[in-house]
């Protein structure tokens, strides 16, 4: 008989137990960014199962929004409310520093790292601020939460980022991020869906779906998961230089407030064919670096 006694070495581990990085309506939060490529799925939501990978191809998807030679899920969301619409949604990890209710970082300096979970406003409007400021591993975001069930956000960035100021925070928080990135590499996608490629099993997942109460169709990402949280649901660039000359600001014993000289810039279904279905691989959407700043031998 197999014995496991009281040893870290056999807690378990769940992608799912991971906090993602979630605000309170009004709460403020400084945050960094700290990958360049996000993993990204478009997925179905379906009543009574949750969330769905979209079979279809990722091309076809983005620019057409359904693939209905290739998802049955695409087909029977024309059918069926309770199947959405294939929508695009990321993951990624990000730091977030301890703040007080304003968003300003406290010392000695604190961090938790999180997966983020968000979709196409999201995305846009970091590709918005990183197409204006460069690369935003090194500008910190200041965020504020102006809808709490929905997630919405207002991002604003800021002209520097506390870790590259710091060189005890910066080793903090790159190692950190590398066991992180390890830890959660191999499940962190699960977090957005799961995929569903049995004929059986899709036509099971559809069937049920077509028998439930069917609800509306939904303008953006975020109004869908909001509405059914009440529903039972069955990676980087380099780094090797940073910032040369950039001043470090000073550890207190105490922890106390750092002002913020910098000023944010706003910017503000047919049942399913018996041959297997093939999944396609999953697509990475990067986001550049500039030449000017490496990241590699800090974050690899």
């Not at 403020?28 to 490529?37: C, F, N, Q, S």
């Not at 087909?75 to 990000?94: C, D, H, N, P, W």
């Not at 699960?190 to 069937?207: K, S």
Request: charged share 30%; with cysteine; proline share 6%.
């Amino acid at each position: 008989m197999t014995k496991a006694g009281l040893d870290p070495e056999q807690r378990s581990y769940s992608i799912f137990d991971v906090p993602l990085f979630k605000m309170k309506k009004d709460e403020k939060a400084r945050i960094l960014v700290i990958e360049t490529e996000f993993e990204v799925e478009f997925r179905h939501w379906v009543e009574e199962t949750g969330y769905v990978f979209c079979l279809g191809d990722y091309k076809t998807m983005l620019d057409t929004g359904q693939d209905l030679p290739h998802c049955v899920m695409c087909k029977a969301a024309q059918q069926y409310k309770a199947i959405s619409q294939g929508r695009r949604s990321f993951v990624t990890l990000m730091v977030q520093y301890r703040t007080n209710s304003k968003g300003q970082v406290l010392t000695p300096y604190s961090f938790d790292i999180h997966p983020w979970v968000f979709g196409d406003d999201k995305f846009n409007d970091l590709l918005n601020k990183k197409e204006q400021w460069g690369d935003l591993r090194a500008h910190d975001l200041l965020v504020e939460c102006t809808g709490e069930q929905y997630q919405k956000f207002r991002m604003d960035v800021l002209p520097e980022a506390i870790w590259l100021k710091d060189a005890k925070l910066k080793g903090e928080i790159a190692q950190a991020y590398k066991e992180s990135r390890q830890l959660y590499a191999k499940d962190i996608r699960m977090l957005l869906g799961r995929t569903i490629t049995e004929p059986d099993r899709l036509t099971e997942i559809i069937n049920g779906a077509a028998g439930t109460v069917t609800v509306p169709d939904y303008a953006s990402q975020a109004e869908v998961e909001g509405a059914f949280s009440d529903v039972g649901k069955a990676e980087p660039t380099d780094f090797s230089q940073l910032l040369e000359g950039t001043p470090e600001v000073p550890a207190e014993a105490e922890a106390t407030e750092v002002a913020e000289a910098e000023q944010p810039a706003v910017a503000e279904v047919p049942a399913p064919a018996s041959a297997p279905v093939q999944k396609p691989v999953a697509a990475k959407v990067p986001v550049e670096a500039p030449g000017s700043v490496n990241f590699d031998d800090l974050l690899k």
